[in-house]
């Protein structure tokens, strides 16, 4: 188990975001000496032994930590969440098939954005209506679509899926923000994507876990770049891949392994979560969550001050106490605090103590 080095800088910053120390000095030290080669790992070929080995790990990493079954298939890319969005209906949509979202925030919006240019496209279900500030239910998914498009943890609004909705058509999600955070069932998903810098490693990377057989088959023409079966046959090197953001990726996710796999993380993240939502809640109305209780996302908890006069007094004292990132972003306003996988609680501890001598002054 490796030990959770406390920082001086509580990073609380929602991505990219905190990696665990000991990928920090692993990543660091290959950057001048890359597995005693005398190389770094930035000047290396990626179609080296070792390079290869480190792609080859790193995907079957991805399966082990997840649980996928053996026929998905792990592909790493540039392009960031964002070019999945794209991705997505040129490799799912078929030629005068339609597909569905639910929109649960802005990231979710993007999404629809591509599909609607690629085709028809159906919002099932929004939370528009209050600012995204839960996650829509029980709505129903047209059995005719070509997939179901979700957005497992909404990294701005603060809300998180506890469970994934029952689908009759492939479904797909961008968990860029809670990937490894928590298990989840691979073989009910066509398609996991996200960028890496939210859990999994460093910006420049974007993993797509998929099952070939649910893949394709859109009598669609597509670029190479943008196919995903190409990219899964050349098992990720049909083009340079992001070398050293697979590197990193990597070693952290040996991180998550070594400290118990997903289930680990997922018990670490609930304490975590548990002690701050404990401390908004106790501290209320000072301080006010900004989501439905039950739809309060794990990774990122979202609140507001009861008075946002008193906003500049709370500032200097969360910056006083070495915490950095906290502040929320512009469509929601007030904090958040993205609690990410390598966050000790330790630093959930020093906001929790900065929260109670703010409320015993101002409440
Ligand atoms: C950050 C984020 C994105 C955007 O990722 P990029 O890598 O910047 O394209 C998309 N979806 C979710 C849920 C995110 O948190």
């Not at 030629?95 to 085709?119: C, D, F, P, Q, S």
């Not at 029952?166 to 691979?186: E, F, G, T």
């Not at 859990?199 to 998929?210: D, E, I, R, S």
């Amino acid at each position: 188990m490796p030990t959770a080095t406390v920082k001086k800088v509580h990073n609380y910053s929602a991505g990219p975001c905190i990696l665990p120390q000991e990928v920090f000095e692993q990543a660091a030290q290959a950057v001048l000496d890359f597995e005693g080669s005398g190389l770094s790992i930035l000047e290396i070929s990626h179609r080296s032994k070792p390079f290869e080995a480190v792609m080859a790990r790193a995907q079957a990493l991805v399966k082990e930590l997840l649980g996928a079954p053996d026929r998905y298939q792990v592909v790493f890319l540039g392009g960031g969440a964002s070019l999945g969005f794209h991705m997505v209906p040129q490799n799912y949509l078929k030629v005068g098939g339609k597909g569905a979202y639910v929109n649960t925030g802005e990231w979710a919006t993007r999404a629809i954005k591509e599909g609607r240019l690629a085709g028809d496209t159906v919002v099932v279900a929004s939370s528009e209506d209050r600012n995204f500030s839960y996650i829509p239910k029980g709505f129903e998914v047209p059995a005719d679509a070509d997939y179901l498009h979700i957005t497992s943890n909404n990294t701005i609004f603060g809300t998180q899926y506890r469970r994934f909705p029952a689908s009759p058509v492939p479904l797909i999600c961008d968990m860029s923000s809670d990937i490894l955070s928590r298990p989840v069932r691979v073989d009910d998903f066509a398609l996991i994507y996200g960028g890496a810098q939210k859990n999994m490693g460093p910006a420049g990377a974007t993993v797509y876990l998929f099952d070939p057989e649910r893949l394709g088959h859109t009598g669609r023409k597509l670029s190479p770049m943008l196919d995903l079966k190409n990219h899964g046959a050349k098992e990720s090197m049909y083009n340079t891949p992001p070398v050293y953001a697979v590197y990193v990726s990597m070693l952290t996710m040996e991180w998550i392994r070594k400290a118990g796999g997903v289930s680990a993380m997922e018990a670490r993240n609930a304490a975590k979560a548990a002690l701050l939502y404990g401390a908004i809640d106790r501290l209320a109305p000072v301080f006010k969550g900004t989501t439905a209780v039950e739809d309060r996302s794990v990774m990122n908890a979202t609140f507001v001050l009861g008075d946002p006069a008193h906003e500049p007094a709370f500032d200097a004292l969360w910056k006083e106490a070495g915490i950095s990132g906290l502040r929320g972003h512009r469509s929601v306003g007030g904090y958040r605090a993205s609690m990410y996988n390598a966050l000790p609680i330790e630093s959930v501890q020093v906001l929790v103590d900065v929260m109670e001598h703010f409320a015993r002054k101002n409440g």
